[in-house]
Structure formats: C-alpha cells, structure tokens
C-alpha cells in the first residue's frame, strides 16, 4: 500500500523539480542560437575564385542551380535557387575552388517565392544579421554540464 | 470478433486533419467502444522516392533518401551508402566506420525520443513528459551540428568513408552530454513509466504475442517487444557493431508498455554504445574518395540496417551506369502499420486504446510512402 | 563464418524443385536468391514457409526490364531462426503481367503486393483487394515505376 | 407621461436599498469575480504548464510574464466568425454552450463567502440545492453532441453522460457524510459546525473521494475523458468557433470554481480563519479566496503530471472504488457524532 502511495506522489516531485528549472525555450526574435563555424545556412559565392565550371549545378541533387551570364564574355556565375535548395552543401563540398561556402544565416523567408531566386551577384554579398532582424540582442551558446544545460547569453 | 450487421457500425475518420493523426487518414471501424477494423489510408506523402533515385547518381543519392525517415536520417542514408559499397566493392577507412556508428547511434536516440514524446501525448492530456524529449533533443542536435553542420538530413554519408573528420575538441562535450542525457532518462523513468495511470492505459492494450509478430510482419522495437530478438546490429553486423558490445533488448510482455520500454531500454543501450566507439575510435583516414561520375559496376546488392524503426533494407540494383537502374526501399513502418491494422483481429480493442496502440508502434508515415 | 547454412538451403530447395527452379545461387553470406517458374510459385513458397522455416517477410519488389521486355516480381524473406535473407524472385513477360498472389502463404505481403501492383501494373491473382495504396484513388497517369512512365517535372536527372 | 429623470431616481433609489444584493452579484462573488477567476485560472494553467513543460510560456502580452495573455485570446476569439454545421439542430447549437456556463456559475450563489455575506440563503437547504442545479450541467454537453451532429461529439456527448453519472453518486454519498456530522443542510451551518476542527480531518476519506469527484465532474485531467484530443477531435466542442466556443471554454473553468467552492465550505472550513485587523467580513472572504487558490492550483497541477483514463476505467473508478469508501466514510461520520461529539 505504501509503495502505492510512493508510486502516485513520485511524478508529482519529479515534474516539480522541472517547474523550477530554467526553461529551454529561448526568446527568438530578441535571443538567437551562436551556430558553429561548419554550420550550413545562406550560400556565399566568392566571384573572383570562382571559374564559371558548373560543378555544382551537375552535382546539385534538386537541380536548384544554374550557371548564368552576369557580364557579356565574363565566366558564367552559378544562381540558386534556395526554394527548392536542400542544403546539403554537395555544391560547397564538390567545388574544385571553394568558391561557394556556407554561411549561418538562415532566415531567409519571403513573402514572393520570386525572392527565393538568388543571382551571383546577390549570393556574392556576405549576409548581416543585423538587417534581417533588428530586434536581436543577444547571443547563446549552449553548455551542457553532469547535471544541467545552460545557455550563456553574450550581448551582441 | 462478432461480425456486426453494417447499421451498427460507425466509421469514425481520423484524418490527415487532426490534433493526433499525422500524415495519414485512419478509418476505424467502432460499434461504440469496441474497435472492429483500424484501416490506415496512407500515400499522403508519397514522393516515389524510388522513382526520384533512379535518376540520381550515388553520391546525389543520399540526400532524397534522407528525407524518406527524417528524425533518423543517418541510419536510413548508411543503408544506401553501403548498399553503393558493396557493388563498387570498397570498404570505407575504421575510423570513417567509428565515425557512422557514433552518428547512426545519436540518430536512434533522437528518434526514440521523438516517438517516445509523442506516444506519452498519444496516452492523453498534454503530459510534461512530451516536451521534455523534445527538450532533451537539444544537445544531441547542437553536438551533430558541429560534427556534420547541420541539426536534421545530415547529408554527412557517402560512399568510401564521411565528408568531415571527428572533431576532437568536442569528444568532452559529447561525453558530458551523455552523462546528462543519463540523468535525464531517470527522469523519464520516474515521472513516466512508474505513473500508475500510464501504467494503467498501457499496459495490456494492443498485446501481440511473438508468433504473430513474426507472421504480421512487425519491425525492429515493435518484434523485441514481444520477445523476438531480432536485431540485425547482431545478426548481421555492419560497420564497426561487431567490435563494440552491446546487448538486443526484448521484453515478453508484447504490449504498449513493452514496446515503451524497449525503446527507453535501447537509448540507455546506445549511450554506451556512443561512448566505447568514442573511446576506441581509430585515427586515420576519415574518406576513400569516390568521383560522383564513376560508372558503377554491373550487379546489385541488398543491404539491412536496424533503424531506430526496424529494419530497412536497400536493394540497389546496377547495370553498368552511373546511376543505379532500380532501388528498392524496404520499409518498416509499412510493416508496422499492417500490425496496427490486423491488431482488432488478434486482441481487444477499445476507441481510447487506438492513439496508445498505434504510437507505441511508432509509425513514420513517410517512411511509408516513401 | 561461410556458407554453409545457406548452401543447405540451396540444396534443400534444389532435391525438391529441379525443375521448378531457374536458378538458385549464394550472392555473399546471408544472402541467397532464386528464380522460381511462375507456375511453381505457390509450391515453392508454401516449402520455403514450412520446411526451411522463412516465416518474416520483409517486402516484395519488381524490377522492370524493358530492354528484355520481363518484369522480375522478387519477394524478400527472412528466416527469423538462421537469420538469412532469401530473395524469391519470378520472371513474368511485360504484357502479360500475372502472378499468384502469396497472401495465403504469407500474410504480411497484403500491403507490399498492392503497391507493387499500383506501380507496376502486376496483378496478384488472388489478392483480396488489390485497391491504390499509396497513390491517389482517382490516379490515371499510368504505373509511374516502370521504364517507360513519362516524368512531367524537371527530373531528367 | 412618466419622465425620465423619474425612471432614473426611482432606478437608483431601488439600486441604493438593496446595494448588498447587487454588490454580490455583480462583484464579489457574482460576475466580476468568475471573469477574474477564469482569467487568472487560464493564465496560471498556460504558465505552469509551459514551467513543467521547460517553456515559457505567454509573455508579450502584458509585458510582466504575459498576464493579458487570456484577455487577448478573448478579444481574438470574441472576433472570429461563428461557424453552424449546415445540417447542425440550429437551436439547440447555440442555446447548449449559452445555457452552460450560466447553470454553473448559478451553483456559486449558494456558497458563503462570510457569515452573513451569501446571495441566496437557500432556507436551509442550500446543499441540496446545490446538487439539484449542478446536476442539469451534464445536460447540455448531451444537447451540444446532439445537436452539432458530428460522429466525433455524439461519442464525446455519450462519454459526458458515462462520466457524470460516475461522478455524481460518490459526490453525494461523500456530502451526506460532513450532513451526518453537522446534523443540517444549510451550508453556513455547515461552515459554522467547522469553527473548531475543519472536517477533512474527521471526514478524510470524504474528503478524498469529494476530491476525485471534483476532478471527474469538472473534467479536468485524468478525467478529461469527453474532450480527448487524441481520441475524438475535441469531444464535444469540436464545432463550436468564435465566443460560442469562449463560452465552453468558460464553463469547464466556471465549473472548476463552483465544484472547488463546495469542497471549501464542505471540508475546508468555508470562511473559518483568524480575523485580520479587526474588519471581519473582508477577513473572510479573504481566508475563502486563499483556500480556493491553492486548491485550484493544486487540480490544475494534475494535468502537467498525469495521462487520461479510459472511460471504462474511469467508470470502474467511479462505481467499484468511490462509492465504497464514500460509505466507508458516512460509518465513520455516524461513529464520531455518536461517540465522540465533543471534538466537532
């Protein structure tokens, strides 16, 4: 019978010792996750290193990039399609230059899916943080210790 | 069960719209409470995934495939990149293989915990229990995206080893967050499965005992759970599983509560397992590269890998191009939604038992469709 | 480890079914495939299930040839004892697409035979309901796995 | 002609004599009260659910921890369209989730808030009363199901009435156990008996069983059988939208108060309590307002902890386990008023 009345309580405490631990929830638009160095967001094209030699739009497995003329007699420059992109980061992996790498933005919604298209020379411009969220005020990194997570907040 | 005269018989839909159904359409056959039939409608998220496969070479593979079972993405990628293995005939590096096991075993904990979260929703009233594991995805998510650069579709496996090397600076990382996940899984075990209403609504509910668990065909977790050890990790060992030393978790009982605790078991299993392929790791080569372009010598292969959902198989069939000429994709869920359906046949089954039945099988009905 | 428990198999099969089978050989360890005639289908299924003991079954495929003009109907067991995967397969001709169904050896194939059927266009002789099963019900573009099946979108690959 | 200035005097002058009268009903405990409640009581529930949840929880709202939170919701909600089911009984669609929340707030009359500070005395039978009107609440979930004409709320509906009737008997058998001890019906006698020693001490396993009760009547978890999500949508109030479904939402907290309300004045001594600065009657009500807190906070605690019964356990509950030991309880009320009076 005691074991009973044990078993009925025992969930009671544990789920208030959840009550009073910090929550894991962040508050996005004011607070954003630090991503590491590898991390696979928005493309950035680096147009001088690039040679215009389509690897990535043969090794893209949604045929979302197309090597298109920006200058008359200048390389053809690749332009993705980030709707139908997958981010598997083949095109960054496969390129013989390094041309394209991977930043950490990932906020790139819009309301046209137009938008989505992105040419050489939009993709060339590094992406800021600031403009796309105004808001943002700090940073987190997640810490993880024997007994808890901690998210230490770095002001921005 | 008593054929009912068709007046009686209300078929309720639980379709693709709807607080608990997911991705599918259940037609449940009640004369009030009882259960009479349970008929899944699947085919919402089919995308002949099969189809899409047959036009991409092996190296482009790995990304449609990895959508077919999203939450356990590096198991479903390694079956079709040793599948590709085994017909161009090489073997990746150790330390590629240590590096498949650890990422393949993080894989099955996300995915336990996922379909643990949503079977303590399925059990009713908006438990704490089903955002915890949701909470506790966290750190697995964070670590995989410093190895591979993303938190979900990893896209991290290709045939002849990894694209990136273990990065050391996080082995401490990684075992902190095991040890926290450990002391986390206590938490589940005292708030969950010691709470004598879940007990209550789970335990004899759906029972299936061993012999029509091999005849209906379930998979993976949903077999052990009636005490078939069936495990290819054991039975036929891929990678490295054969140098580390685990053990196949069953449990006799064969009902919710033991396909429950099978998975709660097999995470508990996969810490330690993440931690020898830690320790023993080898250094080395992490690639054998192979061109994208490399005709693939003419043949096939079947390959199995135990998902956290069962086992899966690819059979990759080759006639000398560089793309495969035909992949089929064997998969568990189909298996384990045609138990869900035959379950009214074989026990008793009441209309609040059906979300308890159906998710402690743990369907992915994407995986289904493919 | 070798082979022998799956020799044992080849040759059980063999003594029972000379002329039944087409051909059965060991691909790597834990792996054996046959090519049974379609007519011997049911015998052969009903030895398999009751004597060697291949009670699970994990799916059940088609291959389409369309340059030998045959589609290939391939079923994969797996004796849940010797832990060996064994694929049953059968040659059927293009435009005569029949098979027997094997729902009444294995039940499991409910399922996989009807959506092999959607996608191919191979009738089971003997299903209960071959209906859609992942594809819409009111679909009539064709059987979208085989060779010939026109691709709308941008695929091409 | 009468004028209007007269109307408004002779309005006022009605207004000025019984001001008590409408003092009660419109503030304390009347309808600024139950919307105070209700509001709190939604956004402590979203709040302790997301803290168990390791959430947040609402927060813009408001700016302090989002206390407006369910005040938007209602002004959200209060602007949606009302959708009726073409083939739904359009009467009875719209008077069941009306009717609801009025039957129950009207249970809250009957409870004292002070000695003297009671809307309706009831002529000393202000208990039975009170079952008599909570009783016509399991009514209208039945009509709703009915009436909205939907498989997954007639189930819902049938579920309601299963569940309510389980409930009621051990509510009553438990009740007639603190009559026995106090010998009237009327509940501030029943408040007064308790000056000396609260009746969960004697009463006990009353008290557990009035509790359980409490949970099944008022639906909340692990008894939130007929709005199952999982199960049937959302039971009986799948068709409803827009300030009809406010309404419903309304009434599952209303019933949360009323039912919370009876086990204070039952078990919890009603308005006993050591009287601050000497102003008695705010005293009391205050000493009414912190036992129904905590307890509320106490039924809503279940929900983060517990999965939901099946009907049929629910019901074995309900009749095997409820009724015998709400019997148990009215031997032991005999036993203490026969032998041992002096400690009432």
Known sequence: ?156 | MSEKSSKQVMRISWGPQHPMSGQVRILIDTDGERVLNIIPDIGFTHRGIEKILENRNIVQGVVPIERMVMVDTANIALSYVRAAEEILGIEPPKRAQYIRVIICEVCRILSHLYGFGLAAEACGGYPAVFLWSTADREPFLDLMERITGTRWSYSFFVPGGVYADFPDKIKEKFLATLEYFEERLEAYRRAWFENKIFESRAKDVGILKPEDAIRLGAAGPNLRGSGVALDVRKDEPYEVYDEIDFRVITQPEGDSYARLMVRYLEMVESVKIIRQAIENMPSGPYRKFVSPLKRLPKGEAYSRVETARGELGVHMISDGGTKPYRIKITSPTLRNLYVVSQMPKITEVLLADVPVILYSFDPWYLDADR | MGEETEKKIIEAIKSNFQDAIEEAEVLRPKRISITVRNNKMFEVARFLRDRLKFDYVLSVGAVDYIKENRFQVIYYLLSSKEKVVLMLRTNIPRDKPFTPSLISVWEAVNYHERETWEMFGITFKGHPNLTRLLLPEDWEGGYPLRKDFKLSSSEGG | MVSLNEIITSVMNFIMLNLKFFIQVLIIPGLLFILLFVTFAVWFERKYLARAMLRIGPLYAGRISGFLQPIADFLKIFTKEIIVPSDADRRLFYLAPMLLPVIQALTIILIPFAPDWVVFRGSGFSLILFFAISGLAPLFPLIAGWASNNKYTIISSLRTAYLCIAAEIPLLLSAVGVVILTGSFDLIEIVEAQSKMWFIIPGFLGAIVFFIGILAESERVPFDIPVAEQEIVFGWRTEYSGILFMLTMMAEYIGLLSWSLLFITLYLGGYQGPILFGMPLVSHMFWVLVKLAVLTAIIILFRTVFPRFRIDQAIKIGWKYLIPIAIVNIFIAIIVKTFFPSII
């Open chain 1, 1 to 156: 019978m005691i074991d009973m009345i044990k078993k009925l309580f025992q969930p009671f405490m544990v789920v208030f010792s959840h009550v009073l631990k910090s929550p894991h929830t962040i508050k996005y638009p004011y607070e954003r996750l630090k991503f590491s160095p590898n991390f696979r967001g928005r493309h950035l094209l680096d147009v001088k290193k690039c040679v215009g030699c389509g690897m990535c739009a043969r090794i893209c497995p949604n045929n979302c990039i197309v090597m298109i003329e920006v200058e008359k007699g200048k390389v053809r420059l690749p332009q993705i399609n980030l709707g139908s992109c997958s981010f598997c980061a083949l095109c960054v992996r496969y390129c013989p230059h390094g041309a394209l790498t991977m930043t950490d933005l990932v906020e790139i919604s819009t309301d046209k899916r137009e938008n989505l298209i992105y040419p050489p020379m939009k993709l060339a411009e590094p992406p800021s943080i600031k403009n796309v969220l105004p808001q943002l005020k700090k940073e987190l990194t997640v810490q993880v210790t024997r007994s808890k997570i901690k998210y230490i907040r770095r002001k921005i």
